[in-house]
């Protein structure tokens, strides 16, 4: 309701006006500003995960599909002479630890890395130095040391005031994948930093229609005072149990539809959306189409309405799985697979099986059928196309 026309109390308007303080680590940078400027939400990746992950369905939704779908997906090994059915290496990321299997394991990885643009991976070593256990490490209590040369020579993991430290000397236990970052030399960029504006708006779009709703999905009004000698100005005592009477009875959804009585002098001045207000479900919206769009997922895949980008729903899934699910899973792939041999001491590729996705099949099947039909290629050459191992020699057979 708005009664500020009516207050008369100087020092409470005073008191409304002063910045809110912040509790926080980063108060200091990110204040509450004054009426007129906008308040940002701070851009750490706790405070980030917070409101853009866990408070925000747009980019939960967003994160757990790219992190769900790239999980899901099939890995093959093999080095440049065959493809493995059996190896150590398979069986590690198989069956990684005790409390997870290949899928939760990954799920984790690619949603840390999603989150905060860093992802960490533990390799816990057995008797013979072979990791026998591979755990996802939270990014935000990992920190890089760098040595004189800027280089990591370290990682710090702290936990409740406790820390451990990770060695960077000889084979490293510690796995460390990021995104690119134009500006930081050993933390990656998370695509939730670069629609953390979005976020925001998102976020203060629901938080407007939820006052909304508050207030029985009607836009606010004055209750304007006319005394018998036409002055509108109302005594202190009149106009707190005015106030008490209007809070206790008449705000909230529970209220809603219940009739107002109005004494003599006082009428009600109903005030209408104004353009702005109307504006902000298209606000919210394109909001929404900016979180997608940094994370890479087709709006259409999120039930976001007014996006005609693809043709129908099997192309956009087609698009998602191409442009964003198997790039980043190929490069985690490559990075695993290259730190994982470091330990066995052989040249070993880990990439997902592209012949076993099934939004790709069409394509896939195009792609045999042109190479099969190329006879100017050698049965080498069209293995080499399809991404297969070279047929070992006679002699190895």
């Known amino acids: 309701m708005v009664f500020d026309f009516l207050r008369r109390d100087g020092g409470t308007r005073a008191e409304a006006a002063v910045p809110e303080r912040k509790a926080s680590a980063a108060g200091p940078i990110v204040a509450w500003h004054s009426q007129g400027r906008v308040a940002w939400s701070p851009r750490d990746a706790v405070s980030l995960t917070k409101s853009g992950f ?38 590690l990321v198989r069956r990684p630890n005790a409390a997870q299997g290949r899928a939760e394991l990954m799920e984790a990885l690619f949603g840390q890395l999603l989150l ?24 935000d209590r990992m920190a890089v040391v760098p040595g004189a040369d800027g280089w990591p020579v370290a990682y ?31 933390y990656g960029l998370s695509p939730l930093q670069a629609a953390a504006m979005a976020v925001d708006v998102h976020n203060s779009a629901s938080r407007w229609s939820k006052s909304l709703l508050d ?22 005592d009149q106009f707190r149990r005015l106030s008490d009477e209007i809070e206790t009875f008449h705000q909230g959804a529970r209220n809603a539809g219940r009739p107002m009585l109005l004494e003599g002098g006082l ?6 959306f104004s353009p702005s ?8 919206e ?77 394509e896939r099947d195009a792609q045999w059928a042109r190479v099969n039909n190329a006879d ?7 293995r080499a196309l399809l991404g297969l191992p070279a047929l070992p020699e006679a002699g190895d057979v």
Not at 116 to 139: C, F, I, K, M
């Open 286 to 362: 394109a909001a929404a189409r900016e979180i997608a769009l940094a994370f890479g997922v087709p709006p259409m895949l999120l039930g976001i309405q007014g996006d005609a980008t693809y043709a129908n729903y099997q192309e956009a899934n087609r698009a998602f799985y191409r442009l964003t699910v198997l790039p980043l899973a190929t490069r985690v792939a490559a990075a695993l697979a290259d730190w994982l041999s470091g330990f066995t001491g052989e040249m070993l590729e880990l990439k997902p099986d592209l012949d076993q996705v099934p939004a790709l099949a069409a």
């Open 156 to 186: 710090e993991y702290s936990v409740a005031g406790r820390k451990h430290r990770f060695d960077v000397t000889g084979q490293p236990n510690i796995c460390h994948i990021k995104t690119f970052h134009p500006q930081d030399d050993h």
């Open 267 to 272: 009428d009600w001045k109903p005030m209408g």
């Open 116 to 139: 905060s643009g860093n992802a960490y991976v533990e390799a816990v070593p057995g008797e013979e130095g072979q990791p026998v256990e591979l755990h996802v490490l939270r990014s």
């Open 277 to 284: 207000d109307m504006e902000f479900q298209k606000t919210k």
């Open 54 to 91: 866990a408070g925000n369905p747009v980019g939960f939704r967003s994160v757990k599909l790219i992190a769900e779908a790239a999980a899901a997906l099939p890995l093959v090994l093999q080095d440049r002479v065959k493809r493995y059915d059996v190896h150590p290496v398979l069986s």
């Open 215 to 236: 207030n029985a999905a009607r836009p606010s009004g004055a209750l304007v005072y006319k005394g018998s000698d036409g002055q509108g100005q109302m005594a202190d």
């Open 376 to 382: 100017f290629l050698t049965d080498a050459e069209k």
